[in-house]
């Protein structure tokens, strides 16, 4: 990794090593999701509460450069799951584009992260098993990716297999809205004892009744250790 790309790449992590990045590019295929109506506010909201990063679309990159300047910044490449390192099913034209992809963002010193979704968000019964998450992950290492983007199978023993056979940082999506803040929270708490290196989050938040609570609760976890409980307490407190 050039001395550019390194800093560039480290900017997206905490002195810890972890990160804590919100999802926040989901307009670029869904429109106006409710609790993502006004970019401005989720902004200042999940800065407030602390994110690492933000993932977000060419658009609001641009138009909110503002209050981006002092946090980083990951843009989205793409526009259809179609260009995800899928692993398993659907990914001969991801595994011939991504390369690609990621050759020309490191020629300019670019990290990249691959969203590495074995059957995209499909609701396929085998879409968070280990063995198709961990190979779609190392697949995506495999053809370039600085940091890779999956989902939490679902508990810690089977997920510390994805993160060994993984060799760059693994963060966990938040996926659809959860039933319960405990459940979404210990999800997180089970990634992170499992070893992976943070979360990228967006319904998650932005739905939340405080985005920035949930923000901090989050960063708790992540860059703190703390249990479930205590980062209830952080989100119920926020609102």
Known sequence: MSELLGRRFHRLFGADGRSVVIAMDHGTTDGAVAGFENPEKVLEQVIAGGADAILTSIGIARHFSKQLKDIGLMIRSDAATAMYIPGVVNGHGSTMYFPRLATEA?????????????????EHPAARAIGPVADAS???AENGADIV??????????????????????????????????????????????GAAGVVIGRNVWQAPSPTGMTQALVALVHHDVGVDEALHILHESR
């Open 106 to 122: 490191h020629r300019w010193n670019i990290p990249v992260m691959a969203e590495a979704l074995p059957y995209g968000f499909e």
């Open 138 to 140: 190392r697949m995506a």
């Open 149 to 194: 983007k999956t989902f939490y199978t679902g508990e810690s023993e089977s997920f510390r297999k994805v993160i060994r056979s993984c060799y760059v940082p693994v963060l966990v999506l938040g996926g659809p809205k959860t039933h319960s803040d405990q459940e979404f929270l210990a999800s997180i708490r089970g990634a992170l004892d499992a």
